[in-house]
């Protein structure tokens, strides 16, 4: 193990990384650190494709199916997203926390 060079940004744990490598990437994560945050990138690559994918089913650009008989799983999202969001103006406090934790 060498002696640590830099820190990890999310929990400041000490690390080692090649010189070649800090000059390349700005922020230095550690192995758990970065793994939540290839959620996070993952999530949100998912969600460009998402939204481009509604903004065309708005247009009739795509039919908002899957195969013949299924409905796409873009679709099935817009569609639970908009349910939880109407009941929230019904019923307050509780129903928005559930959103959240949808997001
Ligand atoms: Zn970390």
Known sequence: MR???TF???????LYRRPSE???WDNVYCGICKKSHMKEFAISGNDARYLRYIKM???????GMKGKYSISNHIKRYLLRNMIISVVNVSGVKLINLQIKYH
């Open 57 to 63: 089913w708005k247009n009739g650009e795509v039919t």
């Open 22 to 24: 800090l000059k390349k």
């Open 8 to 14: 990890c940004k999310d929990c400041q744990k000490p």
């Open 3 to 5: 002696n640590p060079n």
